[in-house]
């Protein structure tokens, strides 16, 4: 749909023998990533920079849905924050994890999938 203010970027790979899915969309105020492996949303994310005066950046992680202790989910949110800001991007970040486990390699591969196939 031509003038359409979403666009949307989709990718499917496998990462430790699970078929994992990723939708990229981009928003006027933020970014929306999408990542699963059980067809479902998962747990979801809220990632922001902080504006202040602070010569070193500080971020905001936050679960709004799901799991509230898994420090990889929170992890996989801080590394993609910090690369959209690194961008010269000041949209936020929602992040929905679907994953059938929440290991270094599945997270380092949804973060590295998520970095190539990136819209910001």
């Known amino acids: 749909m031509e003038g ?3 666009s949307v970027k989709k990718v499917s790979f496998d990462i430790q023998g699970n078929k994992t899915s990723v939708v990229i969309s981009t928003y006027d105020d933020c970014f929306l ?3 699963t492996q059980i ?3 998962g747990t979801i994310l809220h990632a922001r920079k902080e504006e202040g005066l602070s010569i070193h950046p500080t971020y905001n992680v936050s679960v709004v849905f799901g799991k509230r202790d898994e420090p990889m989910l929170m992890a996989s ?5 910090e690369h959209i800001s690194s961008s010269d991007s000041s949209k936020s970040l929602v992040l929905s994890l679907g994953l059938k486990e929440h290991s270094v ?3 380092r591969g949804i973060v590295s999938a998520v970095i190539e196939n990136r819209v910001w």
């Not at 949110?77 to 924050?81: K, N, P, Q, T, V």
């Open 4 to 6: 359409f203010p979403v």
């Open 33 to 35: 990533v999408i990542a």
């Open 39 to 41: 067809g479902g949303m």
């Open 77 to 81: 949110a801080r590394e993609l924050i």
């Open 105 to 107: 390699e599945t997270v």
